[in-house]
């Protein structure tokens, strides 16, 4: 049962790719729900069905079949306007990082404002207040093909966050970004969830980085959802066979301690069963 506090809520969300010549059945019966202020991992193997059922959050699909309710509207009932201030609320980042490259980083951050039809003035606030809050006030004036990956994705993620969205979609964020980038941009998440306390749903086909940023992960396989539960749950405790083989990738990567010292604190409930995991991994 979804409480009060549900931001999200797909029930038997479906959504069919119609081709020329066949039918895909990219998500089937989605029933989830996403609760306010938490961070939510979509984990699954590429086709899953992970980037349609969050691309349904904003629209960017429609649902074939099912409901879907975010911040608490029906989606498949949204006249223009309304679908227009929804998506206002809902911040999406991607693997590619998606930046213009003939605009510089502050102008980049600087375009949803516009879009939104603030004020100059609030613009430049606002531009100098984000670029501060995710580490990248030397690189204002510089353009996206003179940063690295992890800067890209940091401006990615201020212009995400410009109008100050309730939820983030993260789609394969760090998916293009070596281990140690992919860390500090996962801690720029978490302090985007802390700080701001933007629900955050993202995807990924990396175990790791779900368990080390997620509350809650819900593991995605053919279209369906194979398997829910809290990090330290799915992490101790796999039952569905794609999620005991995502476990056990994650745990033989070289951040697996980090993530393990990072359950710990967000689970001590669970502490016993991880201190059991990380003994395991380290043959102790
Ligand atoms: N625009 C589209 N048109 C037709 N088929 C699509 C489209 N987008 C995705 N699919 C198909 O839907 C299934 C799920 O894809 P997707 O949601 O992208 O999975 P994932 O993000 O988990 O890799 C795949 O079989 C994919 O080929
Ligand atoms: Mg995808």
Redesign the pocket.
Known sequence: MANEETIIQFRGAT?V?K?RKKE????DKLTLDVEKGEVFGII????????????MINQL?ALTSGKLTVLGQDVGRLNESQLKALRAEIGMVFQLFNLFNAKTIAKNIEFPLKLAKWTPEKRKARVAELLDFVGMSDKANVYPPELSGGQKQRVGIARALATNPKILLA??VTSALDPETTIDVLNLLKKVNKEFGVTIVM?T?AMNVASYICDKIAV?DD?KLVEFGTAAEIFTAPKHPTTVRFVKTATESDVSDKILSELVVRHPDLAPEIDDLFKEVHNV
Request: proline share 0%; no cysteine.
């Open positions: 959504k790719y081709l895909v059945l990219a998500v699954g193997y590429s086709g899953a069905g992970k980037s349609t059922a969050i691309r699909e789609d394969e995807i086909h995605m279209a």
